[in-house]
């Protein structure tokens, strides 16, 4: 029997079994049954039917992560078009490119966001600006709430098919323009499911969304969570007391996080000990780069949480690998930091490999590099509008894979270690440094809040590693430590030529909105005045 697999399924079935059980804890207060959310999500859909958006158009949500967001996004999906979530630390120009990129027909922006918008309003397609609060924005804008009670709740759900496209998520574009990244119903399904099996998400979870809902459709949560009738806890953004006050009140289970949101958890707990769990045991899934195992055993053995690395890209659904593999370490044991940093697992039905320069194996050794590809249902369509891109994406070195950029040794168990971005790695003297290993042994000072590492140029080696470090002090004026304690520290901690060479203090790093460093404005600062990187990073 073939059933097809669309992303309608997951708010129809919270609504037929859990329709009297609450669905969403909103910042403005008011807490949402799944019979009431699905009927605010309905009323969006008839909204949008009204204004002429039809199945196959491009629908925009610009939106911090509040109830709002997960109503605009049923509600543009339950009429076959196409959600585009927008990262809201953008600028007007990046949207003025994504939305004509796109074509987007519509757009909902929050009242915080919709400025950006309404700045370049008349360079692109849409015909249709709604938002949640029309007082705080300057021109035409309709009200969120106004268009919803007026359309009721009848409307007309099309026909749809699993391969068909659903969602548009734009990469960051940190190295040219950002790139609309294709999600069929059917992958966005098939990673749901993973996500739920691998991150053991149940009925009774409550869901803290500290991670992006815009970031790949909050990793797949916006579909998971609902469709197992667990409980989504909205935010207008975070801060550390927040945080924690929110976990205790809400008995919050379940959350994501980079690991900048670790180090600000651990900054706050560090200082004013609060109280970190409320009557449910916490667990947290981290990705964007491995933390360090400080940060983990911080997590872990302070916080009491139980700590999960997941990896993966826009591109691939994102998640690909788990760390969550109970048999390779024990819970009593210190052994099992450096197994949970790691990339870990693939998920079921997902093939990982890493390959050398010629698309073959390496052996597991767990030295030998090559690069991350991947084969999975969760992987995307393509890219929008950009062919030649999506062949070079799923052809470099082995064909039919998706390529991940990310550098990687394989351990005799099979579980994925990343080493560096391709264009992070450092090579000096011949020799290929590992930044995030770097990273790893500077986090282990207690000096040291975060760091990241980069190549830097020398006449000597060709590049050489630099450290920019923000202090545990705040002030990298006065950082509690030297220069060449530091440099000295990583010697004592790794072979000497992985030696960070140089260190620079600073007050804070360049982050995505997922809390990545965008090690590429620190490495375009460093090697402004040079013809070209040894590593072409």
Same mark, same amino acid.
């Given at each position: 029997?073939?059933?097809?697999?669309?992303?309608?399924?997951?708010?129809d079935?919270?609504?037929k079994?859990?329709?009297?059980?609450?669905?969403?804890?909103?910042?403005?207060?008011?807490?949402y049954?799944?019979?009431e959310?699905g009927?605010?999500?309905?009323?969006?859909s008839?909204?949008?039917q009204?204004?002429?958006i039809?199945?196959?158009?491009?629908?925009?949500?610009?939106?911090?992560?509040?109830h709002?967001?997960?109503e605009?996004?049923?509600g543009?999906?339950?009429?076959?078009?196409?959600?585009?979530?927008?990262n809201?630390?953008?600028t007007?120009d990046?949207?003025?490119?994504?939305?004509?990129?796109a074509?987007?027909?519509?757009?909902?922006?929050?009242?915080?966001?919709?400025?950006k918008?309404?700045?370049?309003?008349?360079?692109?397609?849409a015909?249709?600006?709604?938002t949640?609060?029309?007082g705080?924005?300057?021109?035409?804008?309709?009200?969120f709430?106004?268009?919803?009670d007026?359309a009721g709740t009848e409307y007309?759900?099309?026909?749809m098919?699993?391969?068909?496209?659903?969602?548009i998520n734009?990469?960051?574009?940190?190295?040219?323009?950002?790139?609309?990244v294709?999600?069929?119903h059917?992958?966005?399904?098939?990673h749901?499911?993973?996500?739920?099996?691998?991150?053991?998400i149940?009925?009774?979870?409550v869901y803290?969304?500290?991670?992006p809902?815009?970031?790949v459709?909050?990793?797949?949560?916006i579909?998971?969570?609902?469709?197992?009738?667990?409980k989504?806890?909205?935010?207008?953004?975070?801060?550390?007391?927040?945080?924690f006050?929110?976990?205790v009140e809400?008995?919050v289970?379940?959350m994501?996080?980079?690991p900048?949101v670790l180090?600000?958890?651990?900054?706050?707990?560090?200082?004013? /000990?609060?109280?970190?769990?409320?009557?449910n045991?916490v667990r947290?899934?981290a990705?964007?780069?491995?933390?360090?195992?400080?940060?983990?055993?911080t997590?872990?053995?302070?916080?009491g949480?139980?700590?999960?690395?997941?990896y993966?890209?826009?591109e691939?659904?994102p998640l690909?690998?788990?760390?969550d593999?109970?048999?390779f370490?024990?819970?009593?044991?210190? /052994?099992?930091?450096?197994?949970?940093k790691?990339?870990?697992?693939?998920?079921l039905?997902t093939?990982?490999?890493?390959?050398?320069?010629?698309?073959?194996?390496?052996?597991?050794?767990?030295?030998?590099?090559?690069?991350?590809?991947?084969r999975?249902?969760?992987?995307?369509?393509g890219?929008?509008n950009?062919p030649?891109?999506?062949?070079e994406?799923?052809?470099?070195?082995?064909?039919?894979?998706?390529?991940?950029?990310?550098?990687?040794?394989?351990d005799?168990?099979?579980m994925?270690?990343i080493? /560096?971005?391709?264009?992070d790695?450092i090579?000096?003297g011949?020799?290929n440094?590992?930044?995030?290993?770097?990273?790893?042994?500077?986090?282990?000072?207690?000096?040291?809040?975060?760091a990241?590492v980069?190549?830097?140029p020398?006449?000597?080696?060709?590049?050489?590693?630099?450290?920019?470090?923000?202090?545990?002090?705040?002030?990298?004026?006065d950082?509690?430590?030297?220069?060449?304690?530091l440099?000295?520290?990583?010697?004592e901690?790794?072979?000497?030529?992985k030696?960070?060479?140089?260190?620079?203090?600073v007050?804070?790093l360049?982050t995505?909105a997922?809390g990545?460093?965008?090690?590429?404005?620190?490495?375009?600062q460093?090697?402004?005045d040079?013809?070209?990187?040894?590593?072409?990073?």
């Amino acid at each position: 029997m073939h059933k097809p697999l669309l992303v309608t399924d997951f708010l129809d079935r919270a609504r037929k079994y859990y329709d009297d059980e609450e669905a969403v804890v909103a910042t403005t207060g008011e807490r949402y049954t799944y019979a009431e959310l699905g009927e605010r999500a309905d009323r969006f859909s008839a909204a949008l039917q009204e204004r002429g958006i039809e199945k196959g158009d491009r629908v925009a949500v610009l939106d911090p992560n509040t109830h709002f967001h997960l109503e605009a996004a049923y509600g543009i999906m339950q009429i076959g078009a196409i959600h585009t979530p927008l990262n809201y630390r953008l600028t007007p120009d990046d949207y003025e490119y994504i939305l004509d990129d796109a074509g987007v027909d519509a757009i909902f922006a929050d009242y915080e966001y919709a400025p950006k918008v309404e700045q370049i309003r008349d360079e692109v397609p849409a015909e249709t600006f709604i938002t949640n609060d029309p007082g705080e924005v300057e021109g035409d804008w309709a009200d969120f709430e106004t268009i919803i009670d007026d359309a009721g709740t009848e409307y007309d759900r099309p026909e749809m098919a699993e391969d068909e496209v659903i969602t548009i998520n734009y990469t960051s574009g940190t190295t040219g323009d950002p790139k609309g990244v294709m999600r069929t119903h059917r992958c966005e399904a098939l990673h749901a499911y993973l996500v739920t099996i691998h991150q053991d998400i149940a009925d009774d979870d409550v869901y803290l969304w500290t991670l992006p809902m815009f970031h790949v459709n909050g990793w797949g949560h916006i579909f998971s969570i609902t469709g197992m009738g667990a409980k989504h806890v909205c935010t207008r953004g975070i801060d550390a007391e927040w945080l924690f006050d929110t976990i205790v009140e809400e008995d919050v289970s379940y959350m994501c996080g980079a690991p900048t949101v670790l180090n600000m958890l651990i900054d706050y707990y560090d200082t004013h /000990d609060p109280q970190t769990t409320g009557e449910n045991d916490v667990r947290i899934a981290a990705a964007g780069s491995a933390p360090p195992e400080a940060s983990i055993r911080t997590v872990e053995d302070e916080f009491g949480w139980y700590l999960m690395q997941v990896y993966g890209a826009t591109e691939t659904g994102p998640l690909i690998t788990t760390s969550d593999a109970r048999r390779f370490f024990d819970d009593d044991s210190s /052994d099992r930091f450096s197994v949970k940093k790691r990339a870990g697992l693939g998920y079921l039905g997902t093939d990982i490999r890493v390959v050398d320069e010629d698309g073959n194996d390496v052996p597991r050794d767990d030295e030998t590099i090559g690069e991350i590809v991947v084969r999975g249902n969760q992987v995307m369509e393509g890219y929008w509008n950009k062919p030649e891109a999506t062949e070079e994406a799923f052809n470099d070195r082995v064909e039919g894979y998706y390529h991940m950029g990310d550098l990687a040794s394989v351990d005799e168990n099979g579980m994925v270690d990343i080493k /560096d971005r391709k264009k992070d790695i450092i090579i000096s003297g011949g020799e290929n440094i590992s930044s995030i290993e770097l990273e790893d042994a500077l986090y282990e000072h207690p000096e040291v809040s975060e760091a990241a590492v980069i190549p830097a140029p020398s006449e000597k080696w060709g590049e050489t590693p630099k450290a920019f470090v923000v202090p545990e002090s705040g002030d990298p004026n006065d950082p509690g430590v030297t220069k060449q304690e530091l440099e000295d520290f990583t010697r004592e901690m790794l072979a000497s030529y992985k030696a960070v060479r140089r260190v620079e203090f600073v007050k804070s790093l360049p982050t995505t909105a997922t809390g990545k460093v965008q090690k590429y404005e620190l490495r375009q600062q460093e090697w402004e005045d040079e013809d070209r990187m040894v590593g072409q990073g």
